[in-house]
């Protein structure tokens, strides 16, 4: 079992930047995958980036390509998101995910087991 809570969301001017952290509860987390995903108003959720157990890996969506980072302290149980050069598009609720994935689809949201409730990123133009 692992729980997962956001943090660093907020308000930010396209242009700017913004750091999410997402911290785990549980004595799996290390094992996992962890994702972000994204949810626009009236759009379906879509994916970010995400992060291999160790590292290792990491993949990035076109739209956040060059401008997000992700990455993951495991002594600390927490990922984190580092968003520069912030766009009006990326406003969205976004969540962090945990997966047992070692091969294959990270970009899946059915791949994740758990979830975080989410943090609000707006950024105004």
């Known amino acids: 079992q692992v729980q997962l809570v956001e943090s660093g969301g907020g308000l930010a001017q396209a242009g700017g930047s913004l750091r999410l952290s997402c911290a785990a509860a549980?004595?799996?987390?290390?094992?996992?995958?962890m994702g972000w995903f994204r949810q626009a108003p009236g759009k379906e959720r879509e994916f970010a980036a995400a992060?291999?157990?160790?590292?290792?890996?990491?993949y990035y969506a076109d739209s956040v390509k060059g401008r997000f980072t992700i990455s993951r302290d495991n002594a600390k149980n927490t990922v984190y998101l580092q968003m520069n050069s912030l766009k009006p598009e990326d406003t969205a609720v976004y969540y962090c995910?945990?997966?047992?994935?070692?091969?294959?689809?990270?970009?899946?949201?059915?791949?994740?087991?758990?979830w975080g409730q989410g943090t609000q990123v707006t950024v105004s133009s």
């Open positions: 995910a945990a997966g047992p994935i070692y091969s294959g689809n990270y970009y899946s949201g059915i791949n994740y087991d758990y």
């Open positions: 549980g004595r799996t987390f290390s094992t996992y995958a």
């Open positions: 992060i291999s157990w160790n590292g290792g890996n990491i």
